[in-house]
Nanobody, 125 residues
């Protein structure tokens, strides 16, 4: 059974940092691309960042580019999202998601086969 378990969320002041983790199990993590997706209060799902299976290619939504960094440790079956210079508009539930392939990914959320339960990030003073 595929399992994705996010952690690392919390309350942080504007300008602060958080690192999210997503522990994966039940599949060969190193062969699948992964992404982070978020849902702000009262809004729809927003693709945030993606990474190929090897970690060699990453990309970001314009709203987080230059502030967030996605990376993975395939030996630990874990996906990460380092979030710096956080803004109140980054407040959301953050989900990790497994893409259907490994060598590339897209921002089309229906192409993701498995999702975690999410972790809440709140940016507020």
């Amino acid at each position: 059974e595929v399992q994705l378990v996010e952690s690392g969320g919390g309350l942080v002041q504007p300008g602060g940092s958080l690192r999210l983790s997503c522990a994966a199990s039940g599949f060969t993590f190193s062969t699948y691309a992964m992404s982070w997706v978020r849902q702000a209060p009262g809004k729809g799902l927003e693709w945030v960042s993606g990474i190929t299976s090897s970690g060699g290619i990453t990309s970001y939504a314009d709203s987080v580019k230059g502030r967030f960094t996605i990376f993975r440790d395939n030996a630990k079956n874990t996906l990460y999202l380092q979030m710096n210079s956080l803004k109140p508009e980054d407040t959301a539930v953050y989900y990790c998601a497994k893409y259907k392939l490994g060598v590339y990914y897209t921002g089309t959320l229906t192409e993701y086969t498995n999702w975690g339960q999410g972790t809440q990030v709140t940016v507020s003073s």
